[in-house]
């Protein structure tokens, strides 16, 4: 901001700020959502590699999957280091700091510490395969939210360079 906030006017910087921080609550909504998912009696997600993954999502949900995917990895057969996540997915909110994929790094069933798109798949799949699962838009504004932060992430991102 120091560098671009002489050639700004009040409404322009203002403007800006509304926006980081409504990132940042969106952020913290993925956030809070996720992790009260995964809390909840019944939603616990059994992603192991030795059994077949029930069916769950359709293949719409998945390509919305993909995306988010290719937001975060140059390809779907490339795995994220969940340390990139973690040091990667946090956005500040004033003296605050919100990480949203914090509660996702449970993902990684293999504790590898990476994270692979079929993993991120299963964990999804195992949420809507549960007793009573969340509807399947609620599934799909949750992925959407993540692609709308991770998109905004990576765009700051190249923005610093």
């Not at 699962?133 to 765009?155: C, N, Q, W």
Request: glycine share 4%; with cysteine; aromatic share 6%.
């Amino acid at each position: 901001f120091q560098v671009i906030s002489p050639n700004l006017s009040d409404d322009e910087f203002h403007e800006i700020i509304s926006q980081m921080l409504e990132l940042a609550q969106d952020a913290a909504s993925i956030r809070s959502t996720v992790q009260m998912l995964a809390e909840m009696p019944g939603y616990a997600v059994d992603v192991s590699e030795d059994e077949a993954p029930k069916v769950g999502l359709d293949d719409e949900t998945r390509e919305k999957l993909e995306a988010l995917w290719l937001v975060m990895s140059p390809s779907v057969g490339q795995p994220i280091k969940i340390s990139d996540l973690q040091r990667n997915c946090k956005i500040k909110m004033g003296p605050h700091e919100s990480d949203m994929f914090a509660s996702l790094v449970g993902m990684d069933s293999d504790q590898d510490g990476l994270l692979t798109f079929e993993e991120m798949f299963r964990y999804f799949d195992g949420i809507a395969t549960t007793p009573n699962p969340p509807s399947k838009e609620d599934l799909d504004i949750v992925i959407k939210e993540m692609t709308d932060v991770a998109s905004s992430l990576k765009l700051a991102a190249l923005f610093a360079q």
